[in-house]
């Protein structure tokens, strides 16, 4: 079946640095694919979307490219604050039974110190 | 805004005790899940609803059952609640059914069971 596979946390990083957090996805037709971002405390909310293959999701200077030779969908941010510490879930739209599901990876938490 | 509440944010049961988790969505959305949060795995749907009284299994229904009565509510029952329930429930809901569609998540329940 479909799956996600997203690199293992915790991502430790100073203030301003890069950050890339990689996703790499299983599935047999042509998912969606999305980033959730989950706050301490908090429930999950999108962070950034991609439809189809080349599409580029971005939101908040966080930016992922949709890429199907290499079925990748990596999270990068060129400078990050303390305020995106968070936990981060790549996740594909599959079809099955009657909706859509999403199927998400196991969640990258960032760390980000001042 | 869409809002999405969960009836508890923190919920200590017994062994064999039964369990009822409550979500409410304001944005009359036909789709409603029910997600457990566990380090390490990510999020795992149990169970989800595409209309009032329509249910299907997700990927680990065993030991719940779902029940929805009116569009706005979903609840999540343990029917004998047992250890290896304790973890972090997430309700979410979604407009529609395209794989772009996005889910809104409440802010979770956590539940301990001893």
């Known amino acids: 079946g479909d799956s996600v596979t997203q690199m293992e946390g915790p991502v430790t990083l100073s203030e301003e640095a890069f950050l890339t957090i990689n996703c790499t996805y299983t599935?047999?037709?042509?998912?969606?694919l999305f980033w959730y971002v989950q706050y301490p405390g908090e429930g999950l909310q999108l962070l950034l979307k991609?439809?189809?293959?080349?599409d580029k999701g971005s939101n908040k200077g966080f930016e992922a490219t949709y890429r199907k030779e290499t079925t990748s969908f990596h999270l990068e941010k060129g400078s990050v604050q303390v305020s995106d510490s968070a936990v981060y879930f790549c996740?594909?739209?599959?079809?099955?039974?009657?909706?859509?599901?999403?199927?998400f990876g196991s969640g990258t938490r960032l760390l980000v110190r001042p | 805004d869409v809002k999405v509440t969960q009836s508890s944010r923190y919920l200590v049961k017994r062994t064999g005790e039964k369990v009822f988790l409550e979500c409410v969505q304001d944005?009359?959305?036909?789709?409603m899940f029910w997600y457990r949060q566990d380090p390490g795995l990510g999020l795992r749907l149990i169970y989800f609803?595409?209309?009032?009284?329509?249910?299907e299994k997700g990927d680990i229904p065993e030991g719940y059952s779902v029940s929805r009565e009116k569009k706005e509510r979903f609840s999540l029952i343990l029917e004998s609640a047992s250890t290896n329930q304790t973890s972090m429930y997430l309700c979410?809901?979604?407009?529609?059914?395209?794989?772009?569609?996005?889910?809104?998540f409440g802010p979770g329940t956590r539940l301990t069971v001893t």
């Open positions: 979410a809901s979604r407009s529609g059914d395209r794989a772009a569609h996005e889910q809104y």
């Open positions: 599935a047999t037709g042509y998912p969606s």
């Open positions: 991609a439809t189809k293959a080349d």
């Open positions: 996740a594909l739209s599959d079809k099955g039974g009657r909706s859509y599901k999403l199927i």
């Open positions: 944005m009359d959305h036909e789709n």
């Open positions: 609803s595409y209309d009032v009284k329509m249910k």
